[in-house]
């Protein structure tokens, strides 16, 4: 037992300095790629690629799948898979769709801009999801059907649930206020953002320097002031930059015309008006914050990563694993709703064919966001970071010209690439 | 003596086609160490493995103080302030020795939150007493040698304020200064009025640390013997041929 104490000095500096700083060098890496990537597409698209409408874009079309890759994250942590996420999302969109343009409307007599509308619908989409989610663990958990076969089933099913339940038609138009939550409708326009972003800044320097806080009360060694304020700065940084580009994509003039003559108004001459921060966008980060709480902070989180590093030591420590197996998927499922609400919304329709390949996406944003297949390891932002990566590949790919099958043929390279780089890193730094 | 602290009486558990534990009757007395001996798939993990809930017997009954209880899983066990060193040691390796040693009992904030802070702080105070060597607090158990890994099990079993403690070969792989270690531990709980079940191969440190020793020989109790009233050949025997000593206890 006697310990080589992972200080001592035989070790390189550079290598101190960087355990002291407690870095996670597999997500700086992660972001070096993504910077790197997102500098390669906006020289081959003449700086098309790095404008305020495009991050804008980007940012609205990562934010259902990134959601989604918050549950997977728990789901393959505790060594399972979940390939029925897309076809939830399109029986969960199905399910709203009917829900809003007929069922209210309907029965309980509610017209389509009725303002129950919506949160009723939002309530309904999330129940689906989140029943057929608690289903699929039960049968995982309880029956010890494995994840695979449970979810390929699902996949199928739930698809063609939504199918027959919508004819196979496109259902449109739907409720504007549940048109808000899909990206480039429903922004909080530029003080608001201002404001959450000024929020999240100081929530940012609160939180470090309530965990140096609680380290010093404990006496365990912390970081060099001069890195806590570094980090710290990185961070408002970031926060403050992203509002400032969201807020700088100025709403276009045919669109600000129709805004005013809804209220009766005219534009007046010289006038702009930013997006801001997206609604939808509001939504992934509460879900990346409450996941990330969850993960770190929660028992629930506790047992999720204690399951997945070894499900035998979980039982034996008294973890009901079965029942974490219900709760994971259940989780996974009320995700696969939310996202139902934000694609749907987003594409201002039901349609057959919504979420198709979401699954994969999902999973590949997850792994290649350092979730390891075998378990125990995973981390929500790298998740979203993953499921940034995979959309900016794709966008970048669309606006360089790239042809669709060369699209695919690239993302499918990428991720068995990512995955055996972080083999490779993971070889080395024996994590 | 007084009822005892836990009685495993009549015990039977198959495997398929394996009868890995058939009628075991076993005791264990506040204060008292009770060694487990027997070759290799003798059936001692196995047997005491249903004390700890980890599984299920077929047959038998288990009293704990004198009253009997049902044990169906490793929280009926908790609840009984039984716990358990394993053989396999039973540690999450992705997590740190704070998270394995609170696995399941985690210290919570007002708020309800993990407290990470406090359960490092509870780890660090409880291994300066049990390793005070040990040094990789924030490192996950994946990387601690073998013997590292040990000292967190034995940590997680010896925190909590066992009355009855398990230890399936807790010594297996410490080197000497280590293993003099736990066997003083052993003492000291035994002063404290747990009692031990041990299962150790080496029939030596049996005679030293056990007042009484129970042996099996494939899923059988050949029989138990107060320690000092054999000698160690005697206890070879009953490993190896399987038959009670002469002047049988
Ligand atoms: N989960 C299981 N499934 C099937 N057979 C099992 C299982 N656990 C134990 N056995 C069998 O039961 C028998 C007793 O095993 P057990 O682990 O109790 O032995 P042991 O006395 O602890 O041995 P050792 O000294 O090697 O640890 C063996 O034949 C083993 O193969
Ligand atoms: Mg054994």
Redesign the pocket.
């Known amino acids: 037992m006697s310990d080589t104490a992972s200080a001592s000095g035989t070790q390189p500096r550079r290598r101190k300095l960087f355990d002291m700083l407690e870095l996670d060098t597999r997500f700086l890496g992660m972001i070096g790629a993504f910077v790197l990537l997102c500098i390669v597409f906006n020289i081959f698209t003449d700086g098309r690629f790095l404008t305020a409408r495009n991050i804008f874009n980007l940012t609205i079309q990562t934010v259902s799948v990134a959601i989604m890759a918050t549950g997977m994250v728990f789901v393959i942590v505790t060594r399972h898979i979940d390939l029925s996420v897309g076809a939830v999302l399109a029986v969960s969109s199905a399910v709203m769709a009917v829900t809003q343009t007929v069922f209210l409307p309907h029965y309980l007599g509610l017209g389509l801009e009725h303002p129950l509308i919506a949160p009723l619908t939002m309530l309904v989409g999330l129940g689906v999801g989140t029943i057929i989610g608690a289903f699929n663990g039960w049968l995982i958990g309880y029956q010890g059907i494995p994840a695979f076969i449970v979810t390929l089933g699902g996949f199928l099913v739930w698809r063609n649930a939504g199918w027959y339940m919508t004819s196979g038609q496109t259902i449109a138009p739907l409720d504007s206020t549940f048109l808000l939550f899909g990206g480039a409708e429903g922004t909080l326009g530029t003080t608001a953002s201002w404001i959450i972003g000024l929020l999240a800044a100081v929530a940012a320097i609160y939180g470090i320097w309530n965990a140096r806080r609680s380290k010093v009360a404990h006496d365990f060694p912390v970081k060099p002031v001069w890195a806590e304020v570094a980090i710290g700065a990185i961070a408002v940084g970031a926060i403050l930059g992203f509002i400032a580009t969201l807020n700088a994509y100025l709403i276009p003039s045919g669109k600000l015309r129709r805004i005013f003559e809804a209220r009766g108004e005219v534009v007046p001459e010289g006038y702009s008006q930013g997006h801001g921060l997206p609604i939808s966008v509001l939504i992934l980060i509460v879900v990346a914050v409450v996941m990330t709480v969850v993960a770190r902070k929660t028992r629930l989180g506790k047992y999720i990563f204690a399951t997945g590093g070894n499900p035998d030591a979980a039982e034996l420590s008294g973890i009901n694993t079965r029942f974490l197996t219900v709760k994971v998927f259940a989780l996974m499922g009320f995700l696969a709703g939310l996202s139902a609400i934000v694609a749907q919304a987003r594409l201002q329709a039901h349609s057959n064919d919504i979420g198709t390949l979401d699954e994969l996406r999902v999973i590949a944003a997850a792994v290649i966001g350092g979730t390891a297949l075998s378990g125990g390891i995973g981390t929500i932002y790298g998740a979203i970071l993953g499921a940034l990566i995979m959309q900016s590949l794709q966008s970048g790919m669309g606006m360089v010209g790239v042809d669709t099958p060369f699209q695919n043929i690239v993302v499918g390279g990428v991720l068995v690439l990512a995955v055996w780089i972080d083999i490779q890193y993971r070889k080395r730094t024996g994590g | 003596m007084t009822t005892p602290l836990v009685e495993l009486r009549d015990i039977s558990i198959a495997?398929?086609g394996?009868q890995?534990?058939d009628r075991v009757t076993v005791d264990l007395y506040p204060g008292e160490v009770v060694g487990l001996l027997?070759?290799?798939?003798?059936?001692?993990?196995?047997?005491i493995?249903c004390l700890s809930g980890a599984y299920q017997a077929d047959s038998g009954e288990i009293f704990v103080d004198g009253k009997k209880v049902t044990i169906n899983n490793p929280r009926d066990a908790r609840a009984h302030n039984i716990e358990t060193i394993y053989?396999t040691l039973a540690l999450a390796d992705n997590l740190d020795a704070a998270s394995n040693l609170f696995l399941g009992r985690e210290l919570t904030t007002p708020l309800g939150f993990v407290n990470e802070a406090a359960m490092e702080a509870e780890t660090r105070k409880i291994m300066a007493r049990l390793n005070p060597n040990f040094k990789k607090f924030s490192d996950p158990v994946s990387a601690l040698s073998g013997g590292q890994r040990q000292s967190v099990a034995i940590a997680r079993a010896v925190y909590f304020n066992a009355r009855i403690l398990i230890m399936?070969?807790p010594t297996a792989a410490l080197g000497p200064q280590e293993t003099q270690m736990v066997a003083e531990l052993i003492h000291e709980l035994k002063r404290q009025g747990l009692g031990i079940f041990l299962?150790d191969?080496d029939v030596h440190q049996v005679k030293t640390l056990c007042d009484r020793a129970s042996v099996?020989k494939n899923?059988q109790l050949v029989g138990t013997v107060k320690v000092d009233e054999v000698t160690e050949d005697d206890i070879l025997g009953m490993i190896i041929l399987g038959k009670q000593p002469e002047k049988a206890a």
């Open positions: 495997f398929g394996v890995a534990v027997g070759h290799n798939g003798a059936g001692k993990s196995t047997l493995k053989q399936d070969e299962i191969h099996m899923g």
